[in-house]
């Protein structure tokens, strides 16, 4: 009896273990290319996915959309069709100055500070990735020359609060990296499901820069943070044949 899933409208029959998790569905659009065999499967609501292999591993690719709560959802499901390891590509915002325009943080921990993931447990528990995901994911980054930094991101529910910019001085001063919406309830989430995690954030808004202008230039495919994500996509993909051959 095949299990679809209501959302991702996808079930068990496509046999696959490891999933990439970006936000925006155009942005599978940039994965395809690295991608052999590439098969569009679903689009519903903020869930498009597609399948292919990379180096001979088999490799899914779906948008969450926006948040915890949709990145959420899309772990469960993909949790419910077998699909083992997943890695969020996402973006983010700079809380420090030497987090450029480009560089791709590998998050290893997360503040809990969206909704999401306290609907599961409450805020004490942490939010921490499978450590050897994380740790293939940094020696791929080193073998590859790419720019990166490994530490704590904040996830959070809205740009638009009042008090935004003192915010994110307070966990600016905190030592923070940067921002996100996804990465706790992806951790979270995951570790209680069973799930090796791993969140890679490509930063496109520079510390104390504009936001609203540092996402339109990105969507616009207009900002040198392009290439930050050809480089995320790349680790992850990485990893995953690290963790398939045994490696991590």
């Not at 065999?37 to 292999?53: A, D, M, P, W």
């Not at 791993?198 to 616009?220: C, H, K, P, R, W």
């Amino acid at each position: 009896m095949s299990n679809l899933q209501p959302h991702i409208q996808l079930d068990d029959s496509l046999g696959v273990k490891y999933a990439l998790l970006p936000g925006d569905p155009a942005r599978l659009d940039r994965i395809s290319p690295f991608l052999d065999h590439v098969q569009e499967l679903k689009f519903n609501r903020e869930y498009r996915s597609l399948i292919g292999t990379y180096k001979g591993v088999k490799i899914l690719a779906i948008s969450t959309g926006i948040g915890g709560a949709s990145a959420g959802i899309a772990v469960e499901e993909l949790h419910h069709i077998g699909v083992e390891a997943m890695i969020r590509i996402g973006s983010c915002g700079s809380l420090q100055p030497k987090v450029k325009m480009g560089d791709i943080i590998l998050v290893s921990g997360a503040v809990r500070d969206d909704g999401a993931s306290k609907t599961y447990v409450d805020s004490i528990f942490p939010a921490v990735p499978d450590a050897n995901l994380l740790f293939a994911c940094m020696e791929i980054a080193k073998e590859k020359n790419i720019p990166y930094h490994t530490g704590i991101a904040r996830s959070h529910d809205s740009f638009y609060t009042d008090e935004e910019d003192a915010i994110d001085t307070f966990w600016s001063k905190k030592g923070v990296l940067g921002c996100d919406m996804e990465t706790a309830a992806l951790f979270t989430i995951g570790h209680l499901r069973g799930v090796k995690t791993a969140s890679i954030l490509n930063n496109v808004v520079e510390y104390q820069g504009d936001t609203f202008d540092s996402i339109v230039n990105y969507v616009d495919g207009e900002s040198l943070s392009m290439q930050g994500e050809k480089n995320e996509i790349l680790v992850a993909l990485e990893a995953f044949v690290k963790l398939e051959n045994g490696v991590c």
